[in-house]
């Protein structure tokens, strides 16, 4: 009687575990289909985007004419002030040099001993003139009395020639602005002793109604842009390219646009590079010789396979993106993209095609061969605010 009861409170129990088991794997199945979550799908199209290159550039005025003086001398009066605009002709400095006003003092005294000189040799030829006609002296005597007079006259002239180079040097102590701009730095003070060796210039006058923006780009740049140009020479290239920006050190974009005018002859063998100048109006001098900025080229692709940033990810310097096949699993595929990073989407060459389908967001989260649910979203949604 003990046995039968045990044996059947046995089969309860295995009973019992029996329905746990098939109610474990009831919810183990449960929890795998949980697991299948869906992700905004993009399918890829061509489109027509317009990239942006940025340079880091410096900014140098139309003119940066360094001042110095010609003359050794104290600076006596400083008629201007550190970022003044100055107009073409006005004075700058005044040099305290009493020996070149004694110098024109000298030459001019020396005009009038020569022109004394001159009034004697004429009278000379007056005198032996008429004594000659008459045959009372030789004629030699007349000849040597005019080249007596000849040479005074040179005399005269070269000391009227000593005068004008005495009141040039004189000229030099007042040290007038060379062109329109704006004054730089003054090193020197009131009272400094200066010279033409002097090492620093007294200022600078920079002519900021246009600014040339400098910047250097790299050899694989260099033929980037020399394919993407029309024309045969650098010149024509440089001519078809469009209007650039230039983006100011506090992120604003300058007002106006400018062009890039000229590139150096030959690629800088140390840094595989060429300098290039973008020019640009700067009315009303608002930015400043020694500024920094950036200059951007922009430049337009058609037909480009064009992707969100955000769907993709990056292992060892290489970029990916995760496709969606037939079935739903998702495969990792290497894309290669251009340069530009604009912040938003990337351009890519290599590794997809037209009418692939790939994970927009949420790429942090996935898996190779995991499984995902679609869920597509139009293209126009991505790209409108961008493109």
Known sequence: MNQRIQLSLTGLSLTFVLFLSCQDKKQGSGNVAEQIKDYPVLTITQRTITLNSEFPATIEGQQDIEIRPKIDGFIEKIFVDEGATVKKGQALFKINAPQYEQEVRTAQANIKIAEADVNAAQMGVNKVKPLVEKNIISKYELESAQFTMQAKQAALAQAFAALSNARTNLGYTTIASPANGIVGLIPYKIGSLVNSNTPEPLTTVSNIGNIYAYFSINEKQVLAFSKNTKGNTTKARIATMPSVSLVLANGAVFAEKGRITTTSGSINTETGSIRVRATFP??????????????????????????????????????????????????????????????????????????????????????????????????????????
């Open 282 to 387: 700067n009315p009303g001098s608002i930015i400043r010789s020694g500024s920094s900025a950036t200059v951007r080229i922009p430049s337009r692709l058609d037909s480009a396979i064009v992707i969100p940033q955000k769907s993709t990810y990056e292992i060892q310097g290489k970029k990916f993106v995760y496709r969606v096949s037939a079935d739903g699993t998702v495969k990792s595929a290497e894309v290669g993209v251009l340069d530009n990073n604009d912040g938003q989407f990337f351009v890519a060459q290599t590794g997809l095609a037209v009418g692939d389908k790939i994970i927009l967001e949420g790429v942090a989260s996935l898996r190779e061969g995991a499984k995902v649910i679609s869920r597509p979203v139009k293209a126009d949604s991505v790209y409108a605010k961008n493109l």
